[in-house]
T-cell receptor
Framework: AQKITQTQPGMFVQEKEAVTLDCTYD???????LFWYKQPSSGEMIFLIY??????QNATEGRYSLNFQKARKSANLVISASQLGDSAMYFC??????????????FGKGTSLLVTP | DAGITQSPRHKVTETGTPVTLRCHQT?????MYWYRQDPGHGLRLIHY???????DKGEVSDGYSVSRSKTEDFLLTLESATSSQTSVYFC?????????FGQGTRLTVV
């Protein structure tokens, strides 16, 4: 399986500040997709943002943006103007580029974000 | 909300008993997946399906089987539950740029 690395087990950020959650990936295939999910304490997996490997621009969705640096194989999630409700676990994932696993998503181990008042 | 539901949401079962978890989608997606989530491991793929009666193994398939007799339903079966299968199980559906998950099933094997 392709590898996803999230090096920050836990992060703190103050309310209204921006925060960057790191994600690096490893693949030799030119075609892939990168996803970010939020998992609050209630347990559901909430899709946040997608970046395709051929997309020319960094993806944005509201307060979420993806800092995609293809040469460095990094896909960091930036959350602007943090809110208390952003406190959650965040997972980076990559869609497998081939059919051997049904183009499944391969996940990192996650980063726990705590937003403080 | 994506139309994907899991049942049951919680289950406690005894070691050695069979258990079946159900995933139901209303989106007509071809691909469906079962993952398990354990502390320190993120989500790991158990099995996936690429169509009716078409299934294959994922990274952690030992002890699990699946079936897909209809597009909308993907069943995960633990033939003989073990304590190591205590976990949170997620079903997912995917198109090219989005992947949606069910609410999860918390399974405890005692």
């Amino acid at each position: 399986a392709q590898k996803i690395t999230q090096t920050q087990p836990g992060m703190f950020v103050q309310e209204k500040e921006a925060v960057t959650l790191d994600c690096t990936y490893d693949t030799s295939d030119p075609s892939y997709g990168l996803f970010w999910y939020k998992q609050p304490s209630s347990g559901e997996m909430i899709f946040l943002i997608y970046q395709g490997s051929y997309d020319q621009q960094n993806a944005t969705e509201g307060r979420y943006s993806l800092n995609f640096q293809k040469a460095r194989k990094s896909a960091n999630l930036v959350i602007s103007a943090s809110q208390l409700g952003d406190s959650a676990m965040y997972f980076c994932a990559m869609r497998e580029p081939n059919s051997n696993s049904g183009y499944a998503l391969n996940f990192g181990k996650g980063t726990s974000l705590l937003v403080t008042p | 909300d994506a139309g994907i539901t899991q049942s049951p949401r919680h289950k406690v079962t005894e070691t050695g008993t069979p258990v079946t978890l159900r995933c139901h989608q209303t989106e007509n997606h071809r691909y469906m997946y079962w993952y398990r989530q354990d502390p320190g491991h993120g989500l790991r793929l158990i099995h996936y399906s690429y169509g009716v009666k078409d299934t294959d193994k994922g990274e952690v398939s030992d002890g699990y089987s699946v079936s897909r007799s209809k597009t909308e339903d993907f069943l995960l079966t633990l033939e003989s539950a073990t304590s190591s299968q205590t976990s949170v199980y997620f079903c997912a559906i995917r198109d090219f740029t989005e992947a949606f998950f069910g609410q999860g099933t918390r399974l405890t094997v005692v």
